[in-house]
């Protein structure tokens, strides 16, 4: 898998949008024509992006999971933050933190997914451990659809300190856990404020956990015992974005 590319109609769309400076080279398949395809040949053009037709083989090279609908852009490596760029990010905010904090989702899908949803909720910054997490590869930025520009996502050495450090500064951690007795919809999720997300099936680590000042869960009526994470990450930011609006 090559980190540099972004594939699929909406995904590069979305990049000529929001970031086209970052686009570096535009590769179409052969024979593939539509109107969409025709648009965003003439947005390359228009931005001094080199557009290349090559044949599909060329492009099923260059993605090795997903669907690239005909087109691949090369672009330049979206920036990944660091533990000291942290303290910058909260200290340029003009409002509360409100911050995501994944453990141990190693699906990058889920990774693009989360992201794309805290973009639309607002959310400052994303923060995953450096190990045992997804990383920021071209399946993840598709289905960001160009949140992965628009969103820091932090990766820390030690989650459990940085956590820590958070609370220092005032951040409330509010994790989530099914077996837990506060009910979402009924938590103060006001003021400076990260949502921690664990895993499907293992959920957070120990120490993640014992660093959450308190514990929610997303009532469920039916039968199946959990969502997937950036799902049950939608419904609890998005009655977050509910209460601080």
Known sequence: MNDDVVFGLHA???LFEHSPEKVLELMIQKGRTDKRINQLVDDARRFGVTVRFVERNRLDGRVDSGVHQGIVARVAQAKVYREGDL???LDNLEEPPFLLILDGVTDPHNLGACLRTADAAGVHAMITPRDKSASL?????????GAADHVPLVQVTNLSRTMEWLKERGVWMIGT????????YEADLKGPMA???GAEGKGMRRLTRDKCDSLVFIPM????SSLNVSVATGVCLFEAVRQRS
């Open 87 to 89: 303290e910058d990010l």
């Open 195 to 197: 949502l921690v997300m």
């Open 137 to 145: 590869n071209a399946t993840a930025r598709k289905v960001a659809c």
């Open 177 to 184: 856990a099914g077996e837990s007795a506060g009910n979402v």
């Open 221 to 224: 009526a039916g039968t199946v």
């Open 12 to 14: 590069v769309q979305s």
